[in-house]
């Protein structure tokens, strides 16, 4: 079992950068895929970005593909979602998960993740 705990969203203005944090609780995040979806009021979840179970590939949505960097610590327990150029377009909740049977033609897919964190609210808003 992985519990996932994202932390670091709030209320930014356009243009700003923020920095939102998912935390795997009492183990690593090796071997695991881990990713971040959205879901907007009144839309369907979105994909963000997302790690391969090996680590050695990224993808990114294309809404936020030379926006947004995804990263890991050393210890890799912590996943990083670095968003720059923020827009009111990215106010969403934020949902990091994971699973370590998610192929690599299913990263985009919300299915394909065992394991879900609570989800962090990010709002773009002047």
């Known amino acids: 079992q992985v519990q996932l705990v994202e932390s670091g969203g709030g209320l930014v203005q356009p243009g700003d950068s923020l920095r939102v944090s998912c935390a795997a609780s009492?183990?690593?995040?090796?071997?695991?895929?881990v990713a971040w979806f959205r879901q907007a009021p009144g839309k369907g979840r979105e994909f963000v970005a997302g790690y391969s179970r090996t680590g050695g590939y990224t993808y990114y949505g294309d809404a936020v593909k030379d926006r947004f960097t995804l990263s890991r610590d050393s210890g890799k327990s912590t996943v990083y979602l670095q968003m720059n150029s923020l827009k009111p377009e990215d106010t969403a909740v934020y949902y990091c998960?994971?699973?370590?049977?998610?192929?690599?033609?299913?990263?985009?897919?919300?299915?394909?993740?065992?394991?879900w964190g609570q989800g962090t609210q990010v709002t773009v808003s002047s």
């Open positions: 998960v994971a699973g370590n049977r998610v192929i690599t033609s299913s990263i985009r897919n919300q299915n394909a993740y065992d394991f």
């Open positions: 009492g183990r690593t995040l090796n071997g695991y895929a």
